[in-house]
């Protein structure tokens, strides 16, 4: 084995056959932690970025947080029990992409997961700024290492997470619960005090900066909606439950929505109660411990670190659904294909690592400072919530289903509360930095209709559509003896796949052709359209139960050649030629990589026909 592929196994883990997919699922506590940990951990920074809004007016206008909190519960209650209703209409998995295609058409869809996929990149970046703030405002002295150990914990969740769907489970259930249980422990000492007096009776004297206007509360209100980021993500995900996956989805998101609202709440209410107001270089997670357990209490810096974990593992929310979108956006031609191949660990690996190197440019950029991001987030999320409502909306009316009505009315609440506040969330935020994603989204859906044209020129190219045997067939008498074997690799069966058995039957007395099934390929459909186009060729297809297209290659190769000793074999790859270099990015580099392993033995030939489109 390479050293490459022992250093892989080492820290990713053996590969895992495709069979053991099923097994790979996640129970109600584990599913709690990894799709849940955005919206969980939000709590810890939601009041903050409501207070540093109101802050500007003075001391006297962050009594208003009571307020605006209260809002955005109301809504987290209406988006709550309207995604429970989009998890009932797709048992499959609902998410704001497919929910917002199938119904609102193939635009809204696309704009549905144009915004998603920003809003997961940013989601990863605030996540891991914000928990690196938390041991940051614990140790001072970290400060000016910021952005390099953001990096340091993106590479780490990116690695746990290409272990392995129920690994990820496993690493992330700890972190997540600590986190829950210190924030419930808090709160209770937190009105414990309350109760008996032992807290402060003023707040600390700001003088005001700006008017304490309805535009002003409307931009506090739309800094603290970001503690609905990650509320989606189950829907997004319940393929990653265990049977019955929908029902499993369905109670895990009413849990995860109460105890988000508890903790929101409750931190909230202890903000204000003990008359909290911002400073820099502390969370006011931090500020609050501190007032009520004491700088110097173990539990304060406990609470500390169990903040930093969920904050870093609140970016895994995104590690779950970001690949899982990218499949669906692959599979239908508006990514590259690549997206959509499971890795060694049956996750999307390539979808992990895209999301990682996007999250980190942007955290190079803002310098890991969270109120830098902030102003472009949720932006991207309430465009979903409202697209993927209004789409549900529209299913109800179409499929009239037993209840149908009362779930209609529910999807309509939840399409008009988030319309309203996505219009609250851009014009507030617009000139803070929301306008930067206000224009991506369309440029990114820009993008995904070119890869689409792209594939579909692709494919008009290479059919073989209405095709006859006696249009290209080039047929050479066999003789008595074999003096030249060749191997075909057949991918798909298209006009650059015929080219090259054209010249295999232009230059050898003998050939096979194979194909890889990886668990994708429809075998019945491939061998009849073989017979009818290829039959004086046998096609062998090899299993590939760990997914790997190269390796059974080799293996048939090295069996073929031990039957012809003593001849010189060919081997001939078919590929296709694209226009410009950069279209080549949007397909699998298997044939370099397949060269490459084939020609470490001496002994055979191995060519290239290419087709240029």
């Known amino acids: 084995m390479a050293f490459y592929a022992q250093l892989k196994e080492f820290i990713l883990g053996e590969s895992l056959p495709t069979s053991a997919h099923a097994e790979e699922r996640l129970s109600k506590a584990a599913a709690l932690a990894v799709l849940s940990s955005d919206a969980l951990s939000s709590v810890a920074y939601a009041t903050e970025e409501i207070l540093l809004v109101l802050v ?5 206008a962050l009594g208003w947080s009571l307020p605006i909190a209260s809002g955005i519960v109301i809504l987290l209650v209406i988006v709550v029990m309207s995604y429970r209703q989009t998890i009932r209409a797709y048992p499959k998995g609902g998410g704001s992409y497919i929910v917002a295609r199938e119904n609102l058409g193939l635009y809204p869809g696309l704009v549905a997961a144009a915004s998603l996929m920003i809003d997961y990149i940013l989601t990863v970046a605030v996540s891991v700024s914000a928990g690196t703030a938390a041991l940051t405002s614990a140790i001072p002295a970290l400060q000016n290492f910021t952005v390099e150990l953001c990096l340091i914990f993106v590479f780490l969740i990116m690695v746990a997470n290409l272990r392995g769907v129920r690994e990820s489970g496993r690493i992330f259930m700890i972190p997540t619960y600590t986190f829950v249980v210190c924030i419930f422990i808090l709160l209770i000492i937190g009105f414990y005090q309350k109760l008996t007096g032992h807290i402060p009776q003023s707040y600390p004297v700001i003088p005001a900066k700006e008017s304490l206007s309805l535009f002003f509360v409307l931009r506090a209100f739309a800094a603290g909606c970001t503690a609905l980021t990650g509320v989606e993500a189950i ?4 393929l990653a439950f265990k049977p019955p996956e929908w029902k499993n989805a369905r109670t895990t998101l009413l849990y995860m929505g109460e105890i988000l609202l508890i903790m929101f709440l409750g931190i909230t209410l202890l903000t204000n109660a003990y008359h909290i107001a911002p400073e820099s270089g502390q969370t006011i997670i931090s500020l609050l411990g501190r007032e009520i357990l004491g700088y110097h209490n173990p539990f304060y810096y406990f609470i500390q670190i169990a903040t930093l974990l969920i904050l870093l593992l609140a970016a895994n929310t995104s590690f779950a659904d970001f690949p899982r979108l990218c499949y669906f956006l692959a599979r239908d031609g508006f990514l590259p294909r690549q997206l959509a191949l499971l890795g060694d660990r049956l996750v999307y690996s390539n979808g992990i690592i895209f999301l990682s190197i996007f999250a980190a440019i942007v955290i190079i950029v803002f310098r890991g400072q969270v109120n830098a991001v902030i102003p472009l987030y949720a932006v991207g999320v309430f465009t979903s919530f409202t697209l993927s409502q209004a789409g549900m909306v529209r299913h109800w009316f179409k499929e009239k289903t037993s209840g149908w009505k009362a779930s209609a009315l529910m999807n309509s609440l939840g399409a008009l509360a988030t319309t309203l506040v996505l219009g609250v969330i851009v014009s507030t935020k617009f000139f803070l930095g929301a306008w930067l994603v206000v224009v991506a989204i369309p440029l990114v859906v820009i993008l995904f209709i070119n890869i689409h044209n792209h594939y579909q020129f692709v494919a008009d190219r290479l059919s073989i559509q209405g095709f006859a045997p006696s249009n290209y067939f080039i047929r050479r008498p066999k003789g008595n003896t074999i003096a030249h074997p060749t191997v075909v690799i057949v991918g798909q069966l298209h006009q650059g796949t015929i080219e090259a058995l054209n010249y295999a039957r232009s230059i050898a007395d003998e050939i ?3 194909h890889v099934d990886i668990g994708s390929t429809n075998r019945a459909k491939l061998q009849e359209r073989w017979q009818t186009l290829e039959a004086d060729i046998p096609l062998v297809i090899l299993d590939s139960p760990y997914r ?35 279209e080549n990015l949007l397909h699998n580099q298997t044939t370099l990589f397949l060269k490459l392993a084939l020609r470490a033995k001496k002994g055979r030939v191995v060519t290239t026909v290419r087709y240029f489109l």
């Open 235 to 238: 829907s997004d995900g319940v």
């Open 56 to 60: 500007a007016a003075g001391s006297g």
């Open 512 to 514: 096979v052709a194979i």
């Open 548 to 582: 790997s297209v190269i390796s059974p290659i080799v293996q048939f190769v090295d069996e073929f050649e031990n039957k012809h000793q003593g001849l010189l074999s060919t081997v001939i790859i078919p590929a296709f030629v694209t226009r410009n270099w950069w």
